[in-house]
């Protein structure tokens, strides 16, 4: 579809501009041609509207000979014969046009025969309003191929950040199934019942998690089900040890977060804070909705003076990668371990939905 015939604003723009060009050709006819002020105009105006939609075709011809792609000699064969043929056509015009007013009002009495004396003034008018049509047109066929680049690109970054998010969410599963199953094999020769309730509470949370690999984002009551079920898991190894301080602020429910964004968080502050206390720690989960953003703690204390557990680092790097993926510079995720006290603390853009 043309851009500017699918297109009414487009459309009367363009009109609109060809008034300045009618004023010039009334004038032309007026002082080169000798004509009366009326008489040019009632010549120029209709000749300049008709003109002004066979212009329009030249985005057909511009478009089938691209700049990029077409060598300086055929351009100049192709637009040379077209404005030729355009322009005398509209000389053609401008006879016929002439003819009917002569027949029709003795005010234009002798029109017919001046318009013929105007031919070659026409034909040249003609000529360069092909050229300013054709330029015009790759204009516009210049900014639609750069929008058109912009759309590819930026559907070739969704893409791939869509990606991106898929492949991190995807490691965050046998991350916590890998831990699990450790706990859960170190539990099988000490308490073979509580070995047993864990591989039943893992169950359930694997069970809670099969619906997510298609979600982008969950809201944080589903979220917070998620980090209560890994918490039941965890609670049947440590018992007592394991103390969990919950603060949830009730308008950041119904915000919406990229699922399995806190788990990683409450597994890293048990692997590195409470397994290594040998009386229990505990763990503080604060979220906060403060005016546009949403705010995620995640606390837990630790002995510093303990030797480090090996790990790999997964959660944390993974966590960072998903939002910086998702939201870009809008989401920040900061560390602290001030004195014997971990603190992550995430800080994200507060989308809120009552439904997902």
Known sequence: MHPILGNLRRLAIYLLAWIPLTTVLTGVLRY?????????FTMAAPLCVVYAFICLGIW????????ESTSFSQLQLTH?????????????????????LTASSPSYVGLNVQVRKDYPLLFVSGFLLYLLAAAFHYVMLSQELSRLAEQREAKANLLARDSELKALKAQVNPHFLFNSLNSISALTSVDAKRARDMCILLADFLRSTLGLGEK???????????????????????????????????????CIVPPLLLQPLVENAINHGV???????????????VGADLTM???NNFDREAPSRPGTGTGLKNVRQRLEAKFGPRATLMLDNAGDIFRVEITLPAECVVTI
């Open 275 to 289: 397994s290594n206390l040998l009386e229990g720690g505990w763990i503080k989960l604060e979220i906060k909705h």
């Open 80 to 100: 040379l014969l077209a404005a030729i043929v355009i322009s005398g056509v509209w000389v053609l015009l401008a006879k016929a046009l002439a003819d009917v």
């Open 60 to 67: 057909y011809l511009c478009k089938a000979t691209p700049l």
């Open 297 to 299: 703690l995640v606390e």
């Open 216 to 254: 982008t984002a969950i809201p944080i009551s589903e979220e917070l089900q998620l980090v209560r079920a890994f918490l039941a898991v965890e609670k049947v190894r440590f018992g007592q040890r394991l103390i969990v301080q919950e603060y949830v602020d009730p308008q950041a429910l119904d």
């Open 32 to 40: 080169s041609g000798g004509m009366d002020g009326t008489v040019a």
